[in-house]
């Protein structure tokens, strides 16, 4: 993909105000749980920040960067006698820890303990708590492994204020612009550039809806303010709807990906459809919705202008099955 230039200099409303920056939060070394109760510290731990996460873990570190990394502390514990290594990346704010969860975590996993945004599939776990996401690994996998990641996480946020996590997160902008009818329980992800756009999409990626992506990451952006150029990276949000198998978000047969609040929606429209292929059979039922039969795919893909989100998707529904549900996205009244 092209590298991503700002879409715009602000986002909707309520995006700045959701979690808490990450220099009001404890530093990531804070999290890592204290010696006692059969736990010990193996050695020092090890800090990485800003451009140092590349020593880290090299490759994976643009998706990080993308969302805004502060700091990353990585320790090797033994908990009764068993080795894990927990890494604790402290980000920009709740939606950026949740973002790199979001597009981490298997698609299906168990839950690690009580908390929402977490994920156990042996023999990692991981789980996104405020500005703060968490990986552990065992070295060993025996049927105490899951409960000892549990606990080693619960000691790490037990002295956290509350008020880092928000509740409700997936209930707040810019989540509030994915449509809410036929979506896929847990398939909610966030992305902020181009590599973490791609990751979200998944098989999506290579298709036509990723190929939109990238059409709307090149269209040139206008000249930036001092106060403009340090904003931040446009948001996605993605989502699977009408799936085969209620618990698996693979199943889903429609992709949704929602760019929040691009600004030049116009503009952003206009070049959306403009990619679309030539060979491509489009009809536009309404001025603020298109329909493109992509056979070489074996999807149709669509758009929606609604207020100031662009709502762009790829669907293997029948074709009056998706009509139906892309006519009811675009009335002013329909399902959000």
Known sequence: MRGIRTLTAGLALGLAAVGVAVAEAPRAAAL?????????????????VGDQLFDFIDGGAPQYLEYGFAETVSQELAFHGRTYIFDIYRMKDALAAFGVFSVRRPQRCTPLGSWPFSCVMLPQGT???????????????????????????????AGLDSALAPAGLLRDAPFTALPEADRVAGSEKLARGPVSLRTA????????LGQLGEALQAVPAPATTAASASSRNPTWVIAGY???APDDPRSAATTVMVLVGPGRVDELWQAARGALPAEAKV?????????????????????V??????????SR????????????????????
Do not use: K
């Open 305 to 314: 202008m609604r207020g100031a989100d662009l709502v762009l998707g790829a």
């Open 127 to 157: 789980l996104a708590y405020g500005p703060y996401y968490i990986e552990i690994a065992a070295y060993e996998n025996v049927p105490e492994t899951a409960a000892e990641m549990a606990e080693l996480v619960r000691r790490a946020v």
């Open 32 to 48: 890592i749980p204290a010696a006692g109760d059969g736990l010990l510290r193996q050695g020092d731990p090890s800090t990485y």
């Open 283 to 303: 009809t536009e039922p309404s001025p603020n919705v298109w329909l493109a039969a992509d056979a070489a795919a074996g999807q149709r893909v669509f758009g």
């Open 201 to 208: 999409l998944g098989r999506d990626a290579s298709g036509p």
């Open 317 to 336: 529904l029948p074709a009056e099955a998706l009509e139906t549900w892309v006519a009811q996205l675009a009335a002013a009244d329909g399902p959000r």
């Open 242 to 244: 009408h799936a085969q």
